[in-house]
C-alpha cells in the first residue's frame, strides 16, 4: 500500500496571504489528522476527520480550518498567515480512532 | 493540566541499552504509544501499551505503568541508526497529546 502523501513538500508565503495543504490517507484508513510541528512547541494536534466530520479540534484559532472528502483525502487551511505559522505540518492517517498513526512527510511552511 | 514530560536529550553507546522516561500528568487516556522521527523524516510508530506492563518488539521494549503515571521505552543493541527522536503519546477526550520528544544521541 502507499504511504500517506501530503502536498507539497515546501511552501513559502508571506504574511496575511492564506494556504492549503493537502493530505491523501492510506487506502482504506478513514480518519485523518493534522498536526503542527515546532521546535519549541512539539507536536500540537490541530484537528481530526471521520468520514468528512470534524471530530475533534486542537487549541488552534479559527484561522485553522480543515476538511475531508469522500475518498477521505483531506486539505487544511490556514488564513491570514502569521510568522508564528511557520512550521511543519503534518498529516497522520489511521484505520480507526484508536489505531496506530502513519504520518506523512509533512509540508515545511515558511512564512516572510 | 494535560502534559507528557520527556528528558529532552539522551546519549548513549552503540551496543548498550537505553531507556527513555514519559511521565504523564493526565488521566482517563487510551494507553501509551511511541513514535520514532528521524531527522527530515516523518514520524513512525513504534509501539502502544494499552495496559500496564512491558510489551516487546524486537529490540525496543515499551513499559506502562498507570499507578506511577509513568511509562518508557527501551532500546537494546543500540544501533547508529537509532539516532532519532522519539515521542510518547496519549490520546484523551479524542484529542492526541504528544510529548515535546527525546533526541537520542548515539555515540560510536
Known amino acids: 500500500k502507499a504511504g500517506v502523501t501530503q502536498t507539497p513538500r515546501y511552501l513559502i508565503k508571506t504574511r496575511g496571504q492564506q494556504v492549503t495543504l493537502s493530505c491523501s490517507p492510506i487506502s482504506g484508513h478513514r480518519s485523518v489528522s493534522w498536526y503542527q510541528q515546532t521546535p519549541g512547541q512539539g507536536l500540537q494536534f490541530l484537528f481530526e476527520?471521520?468520514?468528512?466530520?470534524?471530530?475533534n479540534k486542537g487549541n488552534f484559532p479559527g484561522r485553522f480550518s480543515g476538511r475531508q472528502f469522500s475518498n477521505s483525502r483531506s486539505e487544511m487551511n490556514v488564513s491570514t498567515l502569521e510568522l508564528g505559522d511557520s512550521a511543519l505540518y503534518l498529516c497522520?492517517?489511521?484505520?480507526?480512532?484508536?489505531?496506530?498513526?502513519?504520518f506523512g512527510n509533512g509540508t515545511r511552511l515558511t512564512v516572510t | 493540566g494535560q502534559s507528557l514530560e520527556q528528558p529532552s536529550e539522551v546519549t548513549a553507546v552503540e551496543g548498550a541499552i537505553v531507556q527513555i522516561n514519559c511521565t504523564y500528568q493526565t488521566s482517563g487516556f487510551y494507553g501509551l504509544s511511541w513514535y520514532q522521527q528521524h531527522d527530515g523524516g516523518a514520524p513512525t510508530f513504534l509501539s502502544y501499551n494499552a495496559l500496564d506492563g512491558l510489551e516487546e518488539t524486537g529490540r525496543f521494549s515499551s513499559f506502562l505503568s498507570r499507578s506511577d503515571s509513568y511509562g518508557y521505552l527501551l532500546l537494546q543493541e543500540l544501533q547508529m541508526k537509532d539516532s532519532a527522536s522519539y515521542f510518547c503519546?496519549?490520546?484523551?477526550?479524542?484529542?492526541?497529546?504528544f510529548g515535546k520528544g527525546t533526541r537520542l544521541h548515539i555515540l560510536p
Open positions: 476527520y471521520f468520514s468528512e466530520t470534524q471530530r
Open positions: 503519546a496519549v490520546k484523551r477526550d479524542d484529542k492526541i497529546i
Open positions: 497522520a492517517s489511521s484505520e480507526d480512532f484508536n489505531s496506530p498513526l502513519h
